[in-house]
């Protein structure tokens, strides 16, 4: 395969931008807030719900888990859906995944090239970059640039295969075990964990990054 393969099944990245569907859905809950038809707080608890608890850390233990454990992990890479499914992590948009495990000589990247496509009962809501016609439009011409725009320079020798999500097929990237964390256990290795890595576009954390965020007071953001 080439460098650049874009897989279907076989950015300027400006994770600030607002799309114009986004502004109307904006300026709609805005209207909809000021006439009492919806509530605030309403919203942002289903949005917290969807980021914390059916997000990125229901992907962080799926990937934790198949890094300590080596038959889920054959099972997750032969049968994501279901090895998923045995976690609790189901739902809209989880009905047909596909787990796509990076090596030292292959790395996945995901996008939806049509929409925005996404598997939400382990990844949560897509974020603005994801959706960006941006991205969908150069992540399949030009992986490597973008990966590097992101803040990951991979070797040139490595193979990056894109694979483009679809209303049928989803997918969650399991991203390579960082050095150093031979014996700790899946909770631990859980908190090196970042959404970011689940679609390809980062690594996950290395030990030293996740003590650094936590000696700074930040903690650990699954972006």
Known sequence: MTEDDHTGQDHDHDHSHLTETESRVR????LL???GYIDPKTL???LQTYEEQIGPRNGAKVVARAWSDPSFMEWLLRDATAAIASMGYTGRQGEHIVALANTSRVHNVVVCTLCSCY???VLGLPPSWYKSSAYRA???IEPRK???EFGLTLPDDMTIRVWDSTSE???IVVPMRPAGTDGWSAQDLEKLVIRDSMVGVRQALTPADA???RAAGKGVRHV
């Not at 300026?27 to 805005?30: D, F, T, V």
Request: aromatic share 8%; no cysteine.
């Open 44 to 46: 942002e608890t289903i």
């Open 146 to 148: 973008v990966l590097a």
């Open 211 to 213: 003590s650094a965020a």
């Open 119 to 121: 598997p939400w009962p």
């Open 138 to 140: 150069r992540v399949v």
């Open 169 to 171: 097929m989803r997918y």
């Open 27 to 30: 300026a709609l809950e805005s």
């Open 33 to 35: 807030t000021e006439k």
